[in-house]
């Protein structure tokens, strides 16, 4: 039986709702232990209780294989709308992810966060290789598609219009970046997650409330009237030290939040306390701030969940204020989009907004702006951009070598051999035929990047490192050579980038001329965003 209290996410979220809690479950690596321990008894029961408003079940969180989010959410069938799957790009190609959607969409699980996902952390017997065909954004664009009625062709040749869904998808976002080259890249791919069709969206973990207001803020700046959801997650010092080293890819706890950690963690209870404290208060300070909603993670018993959400209830209604200046806790020289600004600090209204941090105008020359990435730019302009230079000429040659005789063919495989020599001397480049040098920079998202990401960052890097931390993370280069050359547009201007995997080792400058790659006409799921 639902309780008389049940409502629909998309319903508690909208403005003007009483402030709702949501509780984050994590599934187990192994046959559950059965009984009050279970993760299925712990979501029950706080579904069960008026003070949750939802549950939240994790997909493999930290690159480790668990039982899927819909096992655990199909023996809670009863409780299907108030419940939100974490759907993960990492185990699955862009097939295995509609399959999933499809069953979530025929068991009446509407509710879907949308990630990345983290880099696996192990397999067995050794560790696992990361899928990620897809992004984020793709997937919010395929899930997207799936609201409308997905195209699809039928075996008569003709396409056919399959039966929309429902799906209610959120989105992350990283705002706790030291850098401005990690922080920026994070809010423009926020706003093509929107675009792409994102319906809520719920920051990463960090203990900066500043950065935490700073998303609102870029939101309202950018005009986007989208539900906000803050998170907060109880610690304890051994997770604090995790998150810390960057050992649990997007979280972050500074130095200085580490030392206040295990300074409360040497008392008689080992910090408990503290951190059920500053959980309750990270609320207030949702809740003070405007946002739709709060979520609470990092614990396994429902009775920890009610003693934080009473705590809250107990404070007073500007008590928040006071908190939000307590929990803030930066990196060293940690970057803000936003001025500090006494006067609207906590002005809520729809007109006025801090100033931009004046370095957002100032494009700086840095090591990233090399020879190598203006000749980059010089052949791209002569040869590869469309409709400009000798684009419209060589595109006449491939048109004429694109016959099926001896000597065409010839020409084109010593044409892309050619292609491969150089493209992989210069760039690394794996053959891919879908070329994404120009949409990063001329970084190869397919060489470069652990992810694959082709429609920008992930979460996980820090201190502009990557996720993998054996490389510098390809859109932190990528966004100092576009803001040098005024050029930052181009990441939240551009369609959805998905690669096709049918142009695999094809040459990528016969499929650009002869308008077969990912430049030349906007997907289906493009079509559908438009």
């Known amino acids: 039986m639902k309780p008389a209290f049940y409502e629909k996410l998309r319903e508690l979220i909208l403005p003007d709702r009483p402030f709702p809690v949501g509780a984050e479950v994590v599934t187990t690596r192994g046959i559950p232990v059965q009984g009050n321990c279970s993760p299925v008894a712990l979501a029950r029961e706080l579904l069960s209780d008026e003070r949750i408003s939802w549950v939240s079940v994790t997909d493999n969180p930290g690159g480790n294989p668990m039982l899927p989010a819909d096992w655990l959410a199909g023996q809670l069938s009863e409780f299907a709308p108030n419940i939100i799957l974490h759907l993960a790009c990492k185990d699955y190609n862009r097939a295995g992810l509609e399959s999933n959607l499809w069953r979530y969409a025929a068991e009446g699980f509407n509710n879907i966060l949308v990630l990345s996902g983290d880099l696996p952390a192990t397999g067995h017997p050794k560790l696992a290789a990361g899928v990620f065909d897809l992004d984020s954004v793709g997937l919010l664009g395929m899930i997207t598609s799936m609201n409308r009625g997905l195209p699809v062709p039928s075996r008569r040749c003709v396409t056919e219009i399959l039966t929309p869904v429902n799906f209610f998808p959120g989105c ?67 997770v604090a030290a995790m998150f810390n080293t960057g050992k649990l890819a997007g979280c972050v706890v500074s130095d200085r939040l580490l030392a206040d950690i295990e300074k409360y963690s040497a008392g008689h209870d080992q910090g408990k306390q503290y951190f059920r404290e500053l959980a309750a208060k990270q609320l207030a300070v949702f809740k003070g701030l405007g946002f739709a909603a709060g979520y ?59 100033s931009l941090n004046p370095i957002l105008k100032k494009p700086k020359k840095t090591k990233n702006i090399n020879l190598f990435y203006r000749f980059s730019r010089l052949v791209h302009a002569i040869a590869f951009h469309r409709n400009h230079g000798l684009y419209s000429v060589l595109k006449g040659v491939f048109q004429f070598l694109n016959r099926e005789n001896l000597f065409c063919h010839i020409c084109f495989r010593m044409i892309h051999q050619i292609e491969k020599d150089v493209k992989h001397s210069l760039y690394g480049c794996t053959d891919c035929g879908d070329c994404g040098l120009p949409d990063t920079a001329y970084l190869c998202p397919m060489n470069r990047c652990s992810k694959n990401m082709r429609n920008g960052p992930c979460g996980g890097s820090m201190k502009s490192r990557c996720e993998s931390d054996d490389k510098d993370c390809i859109w932190t280069i990528a966004y100092d050579r576009l803001k040098y050359f005024g050029e930052l547009d181009d990441f939240t201007d551009s369609p959805v980038l998905i690669y096709n995997a049918a142009l695999k080792g094809t040459s990528a ?16 799921t493009q079509k559908n965003n438009s």
């Open 509 to 524: 400058w016969s499929n650009l001329y002869l308008d077969r790659d990912h430049n030349a006409q906007p997907t289906q």
């Open 172 to 238: 992350v976002v990283n705002p706790f970046k030291q850098n401005e080259n990690e922080l920026v890249p994070q809010y423009y791919k926020l706003v093509r997650k929107i675009s792409a069709g994102a319906a809520w969206v719920l920051p990463q973990l960090g203990y900066d409330m500043r950065k935490f207001y700073e998303v609102r803020q870029f939101l309202r700046l950018q005009n986007l009237d989208i539900p906000v959801i803050g998170n907060a997650y109880v610690l304890t010092k051994t």
């Open 296 to 354: 609470l993670g990092g614990i396994t018993k429902p009775e920890s969940f009610f003693e934080i959400i009473e705590r809250f209830n107990q404070f007073s209604c500007n008590d928040w204020k006071q908190f939000y200046q307590e929990i803030q806790f930066p990196q060293p020289d940690e970057f803000y989009f936003f001025e500090t600004d006494s006067s609207t600090e906590f002005n809520l209204s729809e007109t006025d907004l801090p």
